[in-house]
């Protein structure tokens, strides 16, 4: 899906490219100080104190059931719109889709507030390109295997990488996304999908108790706890699952399966499989590893909106097993129902 580039001097750097005839899609293009950048900033940490005060506000004046249901629903309707859309449908084409389905994943996605379509794309298919080596945006290796060095590293991964000055070029890691016009226009519009996202649930919380009360708490649920459990979740995925987790299948990085993270990770967390074959449109594939994304996909594809998805043979799952599994493990059925 990349052309393939030489390895970046320093970690994390990428050489510039210059007069491309790609328009960028993001408004500061690789700049780091663009509207979408400082948004990003800005709702990372205000939702982030927010999460910090959830315990003792709940404990001091409860959450209702109303506010619950509204961060279990954008919850989980922005983690699928990263994981199906943004990740295994953009980033790595696991399933092709019918274009009101790929405009709804762009926007699901970016009501996640964790960045604009494009640069999240390009930055993603960077990290698979030097997955934990020199160049990988966000490895927790990147300052060496020390218990000093991992923890800087961990921190690196999980959050520090998105305040570095370098940007990955757009024009090299997602020029199929920048020659669609709908798609580069969502991308530009993550101010928009961001207040949209932050303001749904204190209106309907509103609307529901017709009260202002009602729309405080809503919003402080279902928008600013919802949106930073959202982002630590995932940025785990770049840390943890870089660091820990069991690791059954080969692959040149140390990605790992971390179980206790699938449910809220929307099966993201069984990544040791996804770096061994970045483009399965299941990463949890072994008997009781829950991807509800894989779920979804599997329904997209029997209602006709998705097509030519990329579901996991039994024999493709065994190839690339780590040498020394059992096997026993091995079994004549296609692992493709999700």
């Known amino acids: 899906m990349i052309e393939d580039a030489p390895q970046a001097a320093h970690p994390g750097k990428e050489p510039q490219t210059t007069g491309s005839p790609l328009p960028p899609g993001t408004l500061g293009?690789?700049?780091?100080?663009?509207?979408?950048?400082?948004?990003?900033?800005?709702f990372i940490t205000v939702p982030f104190l927010a999460l910090l005060a959830a315990v003792p506000l709940a404990w001091g004046w409860g959450v209702s059931w109303l506010d619950v249901g509204?961060?279990?629903?954008?919850?989980?309707?922005?983690?699928h719109g990263i994981t199906i859309g943004f990740h295994r449908h953009f980033t790595h084409g696991s399933f092709k889709a019918k274009r009101p389905l790929k405009i709804a994943l762009a926007i699901a996605g970016s009501m996640?507030?964790?960045?604009?379509?494009?640069?999240?794309?390009?930055?993603?298919?960077?990290?698979?390109?030097f997955s934990d080596a020199e160049g990988d945006p966000h490895s927790p290796w990147r300052y060496g295997e020390t218990v000093p060095a991992l923890v800087k590293g961990l921190w690196w991964a999980h959050v520090g990488w998105m305040f570095d000055e370098e940007q990955t070029p757009q024009d090299k890691y997602a020029p199929d996304?920048?020659?669609?016009?709908?798609?580069?226009?969502?991308?530009?519009?993550?101010?928009?999908?961001?207040?949209?996202?932050?303001?749904?649930?204190?209106?309907?919380?509103?609307?529901?108790t017709m009260s202002w009360w009602g729309?405080?708490?809503?919003?402080?649920?279902?928008s600013l706890v919802r949106v930073a459990l959202l982002h630590h979740v995932t940025w785990s995925i770049n840390?943890?699952?870089?660091?820990?987790?069991?690791?059954?299948?080969?692959?040149?990085?140390?990605?790992?399966n971390v179980w206790w993270l699938a449910i809220l990770s929307c099966g993201?967390?069984?990544?040791?499989?996804h770096h061994a074959d970045p483009t399965s449109a299941r990463h949890g594939v072994e008997r009781g590893q829950l991807d509800s994304s894989a779920r979804l996909i599997r329904w997209f594809e029997?209602?006709?909106?998705?097509y030519d998805v990329r579901w996991p043979s039994r024999s493709r799952i065994d190839s690339r097993r780590s040498t020394g599994e059992d096997a026993s493990r091995r079994r004549k059925e296609p692992a493709k129902a999700a």
């Open 112 to 129: 996640a507030v964790e960045g604009p379509l494009v640069r999240w794309v390009a930055d993603h298919r960077k990290h698979h390109k």
């Open 302 to 306: 029997r209602l006709g909106w998705a």
């Open 70 to 79: 509204l961060l279990v629903f954008f919850y989980f309707l922005g983690c």
């Open 268 to 273: 993201e967390s069984w990544h040791n499989l």
């Open 215 to 222: 729309a405080f708490t809503a919003f402080f649920w279902g």
């Open 29 to 42: 293009g690789e700049q780091k100080r663009s509207i979408e950048q400082i948004t990003l900033l800005l």
């Open 177 to 208: 996304l920048l020659k669609d016009r709908t798609l580069r226009a969502i991308s530009r519009q993550f101010a928009l999908w961001t207040a949209l996202s932050l303001l749904l649930p204190p209106l309907i919380g509103g609307l529901v």
């Open 239 to 256: 840390s943890i699952c870089h660091a820990v987790g069991k690791r059954p299948f080969k692959s040149r990085d140390r990605s790992g």
